[in-house]
């Protein structure tokens, strides 16, 4: 018998079993379809080295990539508030103003896609967008080459790591490096994937069996990462704090402009993964985020229009925004809403990922 036949079989007995007796057990052939996390994918063109590591802890914490200096990667991915800032848009640049929220660092080393829009498909990529961003820490990346080769001891530590001087391709990799070190802790779910049936409380077991049955959460958060890597058009309201602030208007316009939308004086409202792929299926599309650690990465959605976990499952139970397409009404009780909330809570997040802070030059 072939695995996918024997993962059907298993799924039939396990649904008869519910039928026969009114459960809703955790079966073997869905929990397959989640998965504790394996090791961390490492590029061959950027391989780990702790000198490296360090090298790029050093610059995620400088705040000379920042146009002005007062800002950093950590400003908006802070490790105590779980590599993300807390706020519905992240912070910017003095004068402007963000359009989407912080999505947490946790993890990122498992992304097929970096952003919310998937513009980036690497960590090496993506490291690079915040500075050059206008509106985020609007750094010129010449002028930061020649900044950080004149620190003698970046001088020194980029001859170490990488044989050679300072360039914006090098200080991605660095920071890229320390990144791909930022990796969930084990948690109450890899825990009982594992066979540990104590690792979750009954009410969330209950929780885990909404999450993959009538909540339907795993079509889109399944895998090790608790997320598909594609992007979704839910229609997710858009943030009312956000709608009549010219700054953000401005930004929209920006980026509609920067992607050669020809529309771009006319936006409105976040094009999403359109803008990268001119795709009509992918207006206000977005990634798929990931759901480890998800208690503590509040407030949710691209623009952070839900601040707590009880506002997306309402947002979700009632099929998404209006006219959503991807969704549908589930119709959960309020104990299966209760009993998904606790699983979202307790399961999904590890002990937190402490980080030394590095002693910049």
């Given at each position: 018998?072939?695995?996918?036949?024997?993962?059907?079989?298993?799924?039939v007995?396990?649904?008869?079993?519910?039928?026969?007796?009114?459960?809703?057990?955790?079966?073997?052939?869905?929990?397959?379809?989640?998965?504790?996390?394996?090791?961390?994918?490492?590029?061959?063109?950027?391989p780990?080295?702790?000198?490296?590591?360090?090298?790029?802890?050093?610059?995620?914490?400088?705040?000379?990539?920042?146009?002005?200096?007062?800002?950093?990667?950590?400003?908006?991915?802070?490790p105590?508030?779980?590599?993300?800032?807390?706020?519905?848009?992240?912070?910017?640049?003095?004068?402007?103003?963000?359009?989407?929220?912080?999505?947490?660092?946790?993890?990122?080393?498992?992304?097929?896609?970096?952003?919310?829009?998937?513009?980036?498909?690497?960590?090496?990529?993506?490291a690079?967008?915040?500075?050059?961003?206008?509106?985020?820490?609007?750094?010129?990346?010449?002028?930061l080459?020649?900044?950080?080769?004149?620190?003698?001891?970046?001088?020194?530590?980029?001859?170490?790591?990488?044989?050679?001087?300072?360039?914006?391709?090098?200080?991605?990799?660095?920071?890229?490096?320390?990144?791909?070190?930022?990796?969930?802790?084990?948690t109450?779910?890899?825990?009982?994937?594992?066979?540990?049936?104590?690792?979750?409380?009954?009410?969330?077991?209950?929780?885990l069996?909404?999450?993959?049955?009538?909540?339907k959460?795993i079509?889109?958060?399944?895998?090790?990462?608790?997320?598909?890597?594609?992007?979704?058009?839910l229609?997710?309201?858009?943030?009312?704090?956000?709608?009549?602030?010219?700054?953000?208007?401005?930004?929209?316009?920006?980026?509609?402009?920067?992607?050669?939308?020809?529309?771009?004086?006319?936006?409105?409202?976040d094009?999403?993964?359109?803008?990268?792929?001119?795709?009509?299926k992918?207006?206000?599309?977005f990634?798929?985020?990931?759901?480890?650690?998800?208690?503590?990465?509040?407030?949710?959605?691209?623009?952070?229009?839900?601040?707590?976990?009880?506002?997306v499952?309402?947002?979700?139970?009632?099929?998404?925004?209006?006219g959503?397409?991807?969704?549908?009404?589930?119709?959960?009780?309020?104990?299966?809403?209760?009993?998904?909330?606790?699983?979202?809570?307790?399961?999904?997040?590890?002990?937190?990922?402490?980080?030394?802070?590095?002693?910049?030059?």
């Amino acid at each position: 018998m072939t695995m996918s036949s024997w993962s059907k079989t298993v799924a039939v007995l396990c649904s008869t079993l519910a039928v026969l007796f009114g459960l809703a057990p955790v079966c073997p052939s869905h929990a397959a379809e989640l998965a504790p996390l394996q090791a961390v994918p490492i590029p061959a063109n950027n391989p780990q080295t702790p000198a490296k590591i360090e090298l790029g802890k050093k610059l995620f914490f400088d705040r000379r990539l920042s146009g002005d200096g007062t800002m950093n990667c950590a400003t908006c991915h802070n490790p105590e508030l779980a590599f993300t800032d807390g706020l519905d848009i992240s912070l910017s640049y003095p004068t402007t103003k963000n359009w989407r929220n912080s999505p947490t660092l946790i993890d990122a080393a498992f992304r097929k896609y970096l952003f919310y829009d998937g513009r980036a498909k690497t960590l090496e990529e993506q490291a690079l967008f915040p500075m050059m961003s206008a509106f985020e820490m609007n750094k010129n990346l010449d002028y930061l080459e020649e900044q950080v080769q004149l620190v003698p001891e970046y001088r020194a530590e980029f001859r170490k790591v990488f044989g050679g001087e300072v360039t914006r391709e090098r200080i991605a990799m660095a920071i890229a490096a320390f990144e791909r070190t930022l990796i969930s802790k084990v948690t109450p779910l890899d825990r009982f994937l594992k066979g540990d049936e104590s690792a979750l409380s009954e009410d969330a077991k209950k929780g885990l069996v909404v999450f993959k049955g009538k909540g339907k959460c795993i079509e889109c958060h399944d895998g090790a990462d608790l997320a598909d890597d594609r992007f979704y058009a839910l229609n997710v309201p858009e943030n009312p704090k956000l709608l009549d602030d010219p700054r953000v208007t401005t930004t929209m316009r920006f980026v509609a402009k920067v992607y050669h939308y020809d529309g771009y004086r006319n936006v409105r409202e976040d094009p999403g993964r359109y803008l990268i792929t001119k795709d009509a299926k992918d207006w206000k599309a977005f990634r798929t985020p990931s759901l480890r650690y998800v208690s503590k990465t509040a407030p949710y959605m691209h623009n952070g229009v839900f601040g707590t976990l009880d506002e997306v499952i309402e947002f979700f139970d009632r099929g998404g925004g209006p006219g959503s397409k991807v969704l549908k009404p589930l119709g959960l009780t309020p104990e299966e809403k209760r009993s998904l909330k606790v699983f979202l809570n307790e399961a999904l997040t590890g002990e937190d990922i402490v980080v030394k802070m590095p002693e910049v030059p």
